[in-house]
Nanobody, 115 residues
Framework: QVQLVESGGGLVQPGESLRLSCAAFGFIFSSYAVSWYRQAPGKERELVATIFNTGGSIYYIDAVKGRFTISRDNAKNTVYLQMNSLKPEDTAVYLC????????WGQGTQVTVSS
């Protein structure tokens, strides 16, 4: 069955970096786009970035452009989100998403940016 497993979250200070990983199982990973979403307390879930199956097309929300980089390694069935220059407003649970016949979500990984 389709499974998405995130890792790499943690507590960092403003200006620091984190790299999130999303390991995928149970489907032909290289054929599907994968996205990172985030959900902060009391706020709606929002799309952060999407990378398409070949990695050639990438989308970012304006709030993270220039700071976050999404990438994928199809040989490892893994998508990454490199987050630099983190801000307190980046604090959220970050979730991996793929639509394989239907919507699939990971369990999420907490990112907290605080001094």
């Amino acid at each position: 069955q389709v499974q998405l497993v995130e890792s790499g979250g943690g507590l960092v200070q403003p200006g620091e970096s984190l790299r999130l990983s999303c390991a995928a199982f149970g489907f032909i990973f290289s054929s599907y786009a994968v996205s990172w979403y985030r959900q902060a307390p009391g706020k709606e879930r929002e799309l952060v970035a999407t990378i398409f199956n070949t990695g050639g097309s990438i989308y970012y929300i304006d709030a993270v452009k220039g700071r976050f980089t999404i990438s994928r390694d199809n040989a490892k069935n893994t998508v990454y989100l490199q987050m630099n220059s983190l801000k307190p407003e980046d604090t959220a649970v970050y979730l991996c998403y793929a639509r394989v016949v239907r919507d699939h979500w990971g369990q999420g990984t907490q990112v907290t940016v605080s001094s």
